[in-house]
């Protein structure tokens, strides 16, 4: 017969094997942090929107997180230091910068922590994959609809969002070398940075128009800089054709009522669940390709409303 003292001792044993089951069951599961740069722009609602997704299909945890902008380039190394001493399964970055955050990496590769690029690449071959725009090809697509837009000659600038982060820069240069080489008679007068604020965009915009009563175009390099331009453009009274990259209600409205020629539109949730998907494939000893391309469109208010456009847009 078992006594009393007996039976508490084995339902203690029974719950600590229990606890200890679920406790490795919850270690087995596997998770990825995702550090974007930033939340100031509906664009990085759209990319958690499709890591969270994938999370859910793949049933591992995701973490989203990123500065409240994207100047704030020591608070988003502050957010991977944090992540790394975490330890999950993989990390996913957006870096602000695409230099600093190198020793960081190296930690992480060390550490046996794989790390997978999206949105904007470094300068390192750490990343084991990049999920991201052809942001030079995007760019190039915006410069020959602008040449299209203005008669293929005049004046335009540009207000980019970063000369620090692999899409401010590859944005920049696919449109000024896409000028130079297919449209010479198109002349970029100046190249400003607005950090992706749409208020200090603004300001730019209107010092740009104020100093080039000529200018035919400007070309405004993500979300933030592009209704930037827009409303400078609107403060001014101008009639410049504007052109923008990315998607949000704002251009959205500008296009269909005609003040906003146009936009290129990246697949921003595709970008977080392609980001997510090759994370957990990785972390789990699988080969994904180096560079995953998650498309581009141009879209403008003869195509806004069509299937395949309206897939890729968000408010």
Do not use: C
Not at 232 to 257: C, H, L, P, T, W
């Amino acid at each position: 017969m078992f006594s009393r003292r007996g039976m508490l001792i084995g339902a203690a044993a029974a719950l600590a094997l229990t606890v200890g089951t679920t406790g490795a069951m919850a270690q087995d599961r596997m998770s990825v942090a995702l550090i974007s740069k930033g939340f100031q722009h509906q664009f990085w609602q759209a990319v958690k929107q499709g890591a969270d997704k994938a999370g859910a299909d793949l049933g591992v945890d995701v973490t989203f997180e990123g500065p409240d902008n994207e100047t704030q380039v020591d608070k988003q190394m502050d957010m991977l230091a944090a992540a790394l001493a975490k330890k999950p399964s993989a990390i996913a970055l957006a870096a602000l910068d695409s230099q600093a955050v190198i020793p960081q990496l190296k930690q992480a590769q060390a550490a046996g922590i794989p790390i997978i690029a999206f949105d904007s690449g470094v300068d390192s071959d750490i990343p084991v994959a990049t999920a991201s725009t052809d942001n030079v090809a995007a760019s190039a697509m915006a410069a020959d609809k602008m040449a299209e837009l203005i008669g293929g000659a005049g004046h335009v600038a540009v207000v980019g969002h970063s000369q620090t982060s692999a899409t401010g820069i590859d944005r920049r240069d696919g449109f000024v070398n896409q000028m130079k080489e297919k449209h010479p008679d198109v002349q970029i007068v100046t190249i400003e940075y607005g950090d992706g604020d749409h208020l200090k965009s603004t300001e730019i915009t209107k010092a740009i128009l104020a100093a080039n009563p000529d200018i035919k175009g400007i070309f405004g390099t993500n979300e933030g800089a592009a209704i930037g331009v827009l409303n400078g453009a609107r403060e001014m009274n101008s009639k410049v054709v504007v052109i923008g990259f990315d998607s949000g209600k704002a251009q959205k409205d500008a296009i269909r009522s005609g003040a906003m020629a146009g936009a290129i539109t990246q697949n921003p949730v595709g970008i977080g669940y392609e980001t997510v998907k090759a994370a957990v494939a990785v972390a789990k000893g699988e080969t994904v390709p180096k560079d995953i391309d998650t498309g581009f469109f141009w879209y403008d208010k003869s195509n806004i409303d069509a299937p395949e456009i309206a897939a890729v847009l968000y408010d």
